[in-house]
T-cell receptor, first 115, second 115 residues
């Protein structure tokens, strides 16, 4: 299993500003994932972060808007840049510590409101 | 591509009622299947999983059986409690498609249990 700490748990931000979300895992993991959950909707994968390489972004998400850092095997950050009200969502960090088709573990999420 | 479909909510049940939430999937490989639960204001928690055909996952009185012939993974509980009120997500991951377990989520089903 894995315990994931995500900070901040919530924030209210002004449009045009940026917010960096931190994700700390209690064990070393190869892959870390960032998801967005828009109000009342399911989770959408933003990007996959592998330590030591550039993050891989899903269709519809770009690095300029959602830069990701992965400096070591237990930590990652996601920045939501130049925010607009449409960015109001829950952002979740996830890891998959196993080797073959084991479950993903999630942080408690960051609830972002852009005003 | 791979996808997950689940019954639309919200679902409202009386305490001790029987619960079924339908889930069907589309995948070209041999996915693992999961049910995740999201309690109000919290992140996602794994409820149960099944990694191959005919496997039955179970936890906290919930059960789901991996049916390859019908591509289904329906969630059931014989007697729900108020504390089961949450949003339930059916999900799959297929390592054969990628080098890691990219998880694909269904839209989620909101369950409210009333006393």
């Amino acid at each position: 299993s894995a315990v994931i700490s995500q900070k901040p748990s919530r924030d209210i931000c002004q449009r045009g500003t940026s917010l960096t979300i931190q994700c700390q895992v209690d064990s070393q993991v190869t892959m870390m994932f960032w998801y967005r959950q828009q109000p009342g909707q399911s989770l959408t994968l933003i990007a996959t972060a592998n330590q030591g390489s550039e993050a891989t972004y899903e269709s519809g998400f770009v690095i300029d808007k959602f830069p990701i850092s992965r400096p070591n095997l237990t930590f990652s950050t996601l920045t939501v840049s130049n925010m607009s009200p449409e960015d109001s969502s829950i952002y979740l960090c996830s890891v998959e510590p196993g080797q073959t088709n084991t479950e993903a573990f999630f942080g408690q999420g960051t609830r972002l409101t852009v005003v | 591509g791979d996808s997950v479909t689940q019954m639309e909510g919200p679902v409202t049940l009386s305490e001790e009622a029987f619960l079924t939430i339908n889930c069907t999937y589309t995948a070209t490989g041999y996915p693992s299947l999961f049910w995740y639960v999201q309690y109000p204001g919290e992140g996602l928690q794994l409820l149960l999983k099944a990694t191959k055909a005919d496997d039955k996952g179970s936890n906290k009185g919930f059960e789901a059986t991996y049916r390859k012939e019908t591509t289904s993974f329906h969630l059931e509980k014989g007697s729900v409690q108020v504390s089961d009120s949450a949003v339930y997500f059916c999900a799959l991951s297929d390592r054969l498609k990628t080098s890691y377990d990219k998880v694909i989520f269904g839209p989620g089903t909101s369950l409210s249990v009333i006393p």
